[in-house]
Antibody, heavy 123, light 107 residues
């Protein structure tokens, strides 16, 4: 059974750093792209970026580039999303999601999702 | 960036009704569209990919159609468990983008 299990909720102050995680199981983590999606309170879905854990190749959204870093450790089947300096506007639920692969290759649609990590940034 | 515009933003319908949600892309995206359902407090769930392919395990009352810039998600006979917010997503080019969502309520 494919599972993506994310780390727990976080409460941080502006300016603090944070790294949240997403552990995959039940499939070949190394050869499947994995993405991150933000959902601000009461709002829609925003794509942040994807990573190929096999070689850590990434595709980042310009909207988030320079503010977050997407990384992965294939040895423990875990992907990460990290901030060096949080802002109040980073308050959101962050989802990791596996990219759907079909016979023709990766589709860049997402077939399995983690449960979400709520990040609250407040002074 | 490719903009995805969904309509309506909300719909209220009765059990058994046919519900149609549309998504318009700001440029030709071929068939690179997926549809997701999200229930309150839960992660999104993939319903349709490649515009019209039903994801495994998704009930057959859900269907997708369209190509180019105009796409449709149809629920042929609305069920009580179909409440939630529906999103389209394009995968033609980076950055990947989602529509603004359509909230479906059961009357």
């Amino acid at each position: 059974e494919v599972q993506l299990v994310q780390s727990g909720a976080e409460v941080k102050k502006p300016g603090e750093s944070l790294k949240i995680s997403c552990k995959g199981s039940g499939y070949n983590f190394t050869t499947n792209w994995l993405g991150w999606v933000r959902q601000m309170p009461g709002k829609g879905l925003e794509w942040m970026g994807i990573i190929y854990p096999g070689d850590s190749d990434t595709r980042d959204s310009p909207s988030f580039q320079g503010h977050v870093i997407i990384s992965a450790d294939k040895s423990i089947s875990t992907a990460y999303l990290q901030w060096s300096s949080l802002k109040a506007s980073d308050t959101a639920i962050y989802y990791c999601a596996r990219v759907l692969h079909i016979a023709g290759g990766a589709t860049d649609h997402f077939d399995y999702w983690g449960q979400g990590t709520l990040v609250t940034v407040s002074s | 960036d490719i903009q995805m515009t969904q309509s309506p933003s909300s719909v209220s319908a009765s059990v058994g009704d046919r519900v149609t949600i549309t998504c318009r892309a700001s440029q030709d995206i071929s068939s690179w569209v997926a549809w997701y359902q999200q229930k309150p407090g839960k992660a999104p769930n993939l319903l349709i990919y490649a515009a019209s392919v039903l994801q495994s395990g998704v009930p057959s009352r859900f269907s997708g159609s369209g190509a180019g810039t105009d796409f449709t998600l149809t629920i042929s006979s609305l069920q009580p468990e179909d409440f939630g917010t529906y999103y389209c997503q394009q995968a033609k080019s980076f950055p990947l983008t989602f529509g603004g969502g359509t909230k479906v309520e059961i009357k």
